[in-house]
C-alpha cells in the first residue's frame, strides 16, 4: 500500500499481471490464485485454515501488502483472506498478519527487481525458502504426504483425493518434478493483481428520490407498522444510498484501505459494535484496516465454479499496535455484513 495520509482512503483493483510479479519476492497484492506467504516460518496451519462449521478447508481470497511507515518490525506487512467456498456452507472467514523487518531470513534487503526474471515458468512454488512443503491444491502448509512417493504434500486428506483423482494417481511415481504435473483442481480463485489508487475526494452528486413515484396500495396496513417500516426503510436508504455514492466514482474497486477509518457499511443490519470486535490477544484494542467489497465476486467466479460464496462486505480489523509475535502469522478478526433483503 502507498503511505497515504491521515484519513485517506486508497482503492484496489483488480487487473491481470504475470506470474512473476504475483511472487513472494514481489511482495504483491493479490486475488485468489495461491497464497505468496511473506514469511517463510510459522505459517497458519490446517486446523487454522479449516472452516469452524463445515471443518472443509479453506480458499485463499486475497493477500494485501501493507507496510507500516516508521515501524521497523513491520517493513513488510502483509495481511491474507480465506474463506469457505463449500456451496452448503460459505460460512467460514479468516484473515492472518504476518509482518518481518526489512532485514529477515528471507529476502534481500534491496527492493525488488522491475523486470520480469530470465526464468519465468508457470509451474507453483510449493517449497519455501524455510523448507515448509505446500498442498500441491491449495498453496497451504502441507504437512501430510502422499504414502507412495513421499513427495507430493498436502493439508488434507480431502485435497489429497482430490489430486489424486485428478492426475497425481498417474503421475505419482513416473515423474521426477512433480511440481510441472499439478493439475487445475477447479479449487482456487482466478488470480488477479490489486493495483492501489487514492480515492478522489470529488464525490458525485446525489439523485434525490421524486416520493412522489413511491405509489402503493396502503389502506390494509395499520399505521403503526407504517410507521415502523418507515423509519426502517428511510434508514435503509440513507445508509445504501451513501454506500453508492462512494463508490460511484470507482464503481469496480475490489477493496478500500484506510487504516483506523470508519469502514462504509452495505447495509443497516449486523452492523458491529465496539463490543463485538475482540481484542488482539497481545491486549491491544482491535481497528478497522481495510474491507472487500461485493465487487470482488465478479472477478471470482464462484458461481461458473458450482459454488455460491457470497457477501455485502467483509470489514477486516487488526491489532492497533500491529504487535509481532515472532516470526509467524497472527489471526485477525473479518466481520461479515450481507445484503438485507427488501421487505
Known amino acids: 500500500m502507498a503511505a497515504a495520509g491521515a484519513g485517506a482512503v486508497e ?36 486446523a487454522e485454515l479449516s472452516c469452524a462449521r463445515c471443518g472443509r478447508p479453506l480458499a485463499f481470497v486475497l493477500q494485501l501488502y501493507a507496510p507500516l511507515p516508521g515501524r521497523a518490525d513491520a517493513f513488510h506487512r502483509a495481511l491474507f483472506l480465506f474463506c469457505c467456498r463449500a456451496p452448503a456452507c460459505c460460512a467460514g472467514l479468516r484473515v492472518f498478519r504476518n509482518q518481518l523487518p526489512r532485514k529477515n531470513d528471507f529476502y534481500s534487503y534491496e527492493p525488488p527487481s522491475e ?38 504434500h498436502y493439508c488434507s486428506k480431502e485435497h489429497q483425493t482430490l489430486d489424486w483423482r485428478l492426475g497425481h494417481k498417474q503421475a505419482c511415481t513416473k515423474s521426477d518434478n512433480l511440481d510441472n504435473t499439478v493439475p487445475d483442481h477447479n479449487f482456487l480463485f482466478p488470480e ?25 396500495s396502503m389502506g390494509a396496513v395499520p399505521e403503526e407498522e407504517l410507521d415502523s417500516m418507515a423509519k426502517h426503510e428511510s434508514r435503509e436508504d440513507k445508509i445504501f444510498r451513501k454506500f453508492k455514492t462512494k463508490i460511484a466514482l470507482e464503481p469496480e474497486q475490489i477493496l478500500r484501505y484506510g487504516r483506523g477509518i470508519a469502514p462504509i457499511w452495505i447495509s443497516g443490519e449486523n452492523i458491529p459494535q465496539e463490543k463485538d470486535i475482540p481484542d488482539c490477544p497481545c491486549g491491544a484494542k482491535r481497528i478497522f484496516e481495510f474491507q ?22 467483509l470489514a477486516v480489523f487488526t491489532c492497533a499496535e500491529s504487535c509481532r509475535r515472532g516470526t509467524g502469522y497472527t489471526e485477525e478478526f473479518v466481520w461479515k455484513q450481507d445484503v438485507t433483503d427488501a421487505p
Open 11 to 46: 482503492l484496489g483493483f483488480a487487473e491481470a499481471a504475470p506470474a512473476w510479479r504475483l511472487r513472494s519476492e514481489q511482495f504483491p497484492s493479490k486475488v485468489g490464485g495461491r497464497p505468496a506467504w511473506l514469511g517463510a516460518a510459522g505459517l497458519p496451519g490446517p
Open 115 to 152: 523486470a520480469p526474471p530470465p526464468e519465468t515458468g508457470e509451474s507453483p512454488c510449493l517449497q519455501l525458502h524455510s523448507g515448509a512443503h505446500l498442498c500441491r491444491v491449495c498453496g497451504c502448509l502441507g504437512p501430510k504426504t502422499c504414502s507412495r512417493c513421499h513427495k507430493a
Open 192 to 216: 488477479f493483481e490489486i493495483v492501489i489508487e487514492t480515492e478522489d475526494e470529488i464525490t458525485p452528486e446525489v439523485v434525490e428520490t421524486d416520493e412522489s413515484e413511491i405509489t402503493g
Open 292 to 313: 472487500v467489497m461485493p465487487q470482488l465476486l465478479n472477478y471470482l467466479k464462484a458461481d461458473t465454479l458450482g459454488r455460491s460464496v457470497d457477501w455485502g462486505v
